[in-house]
């Protein structure tokens, strides 16, 4: 078990491009969940993987905003068109289906800086 | 209303003193609680978790729910400065067919020698 992995770390982009960040999801887990969150807030929900399925997308994503997670495993979210209004820590989290008791376990994060 | 509110904080207490930081929240039939620990510029670490039928204890640090008035607690006792972080608590919503943690804003905590 070597935990949630995140790439990169960091990321400082220009405002209007594009940036993609991945989220290596602990191997047995099967649930994969992608949060924002900014300086003095708690974690967003933005979205939530069950295996290869997108099952929800939280209204905070607009269209600029997509997510993949092709063939259950790993998964990766897109931002096309940064704005700096989308700055802030990008969390990924993964948990084993058992009927939602379990807590996350959360990845390092990446934290994105337009400019 | 949110569907989990804590106080920002800053909680300032004394080396060796217990601190109690609290939670509500507002689905009555909310079966399950959690408190995350998270460092200043780290993600997330889960440190409690509770379910509905009773408190919890762990080590220095003890979880308790009051379902009558929805709030949950978490008491750390001989607080050290290590324990200065910023407390985060979440509650399970569930929608299709799935649960999603929702968490509050988090409490900060400042443990002071």
Redesign the interface.
């Known amino acids: 078990d070597t935990g949630v992995s995140q790439n990169p770390r960091h990321k400082i982009t220009k405002r209007g491009q594009n940036v993609t960040f991945r989220c290596d999801p602990i191997s047995e887990h099967n649930?994969l969940?992608w949060?924002r969150q900014t300086l003095?807030?708690?974690?967003?929900?933005l979205t939530?993987f069950?295996n290869e399925a997108q099952?929800?997308k939280s209204r905070l994503l607009s269209d600029r905003f997509s997510a993949e997670r092709p063939k259950g495993s790993f998964s990766t979210l897109e931002i096309q068109r940064t704005e700096q209004g989308d700055s802030a820590?990008y969390?990924c989290a993964s948990s084993f289906r058992d009927r939602?008791?379990?807590?996350?376990?959360?990845?390092?994060?990446t934290r994105l800086t337009v400019v | 209303q949110k569907e989990?509110e804590?106080n920002?904080g800053p909680l300032s207490v004394p080396e060796g003193a217990i601190a109690s930081l609290n939670c509500t929240y507002s689905d009555r039939g909310s079966q399950?609680f959690?408190w995350?620990r998270q460092y200043s510029g780290?993600?997330?670490?889960?440190i409690m978790?509770i379910?509905s039928n009773g408190d919890k204890e762990d080590g220095r640090f003890t979880a308790q729910l009051n379902k009558a008035s929805q709030y949950v607690s978490l008491l750390i006792r001989d607080s050290q400065p290590s324990d200065s972080a910023t407390y985060?608590c979440?509650v399970?919503l569930?929608?299709?067919?799935?649960?999603?943690?929702?968490?509050?804003?988090?409490t900060r905590l400042a443990v002071h020698p």
């Not at chain 1, 939602?100 to 994060?109: E, H, K, L, N, V």
């Not at chain 2, 569930?94 to 988090?106: D, E, M, Q, R, V």
Request: hydrophobic fraction near 30%; charge should be positive.
């Open positions: 649930r969940y949060y003095g807030q708690g974690p967003e929900f939530y069950q099952l929800e820590m969390l939602g008791r379990g807590g996350y376990t959360f990845g390092s994060g | 989990v804590q920002s399950s959690f995350y780290k993600s997330p670490e889960l978790f379910y985060l979440a399970p569930f929608s299709g067919g799935y649960n999603k943690l929702i968490f509050g804003a988090g």
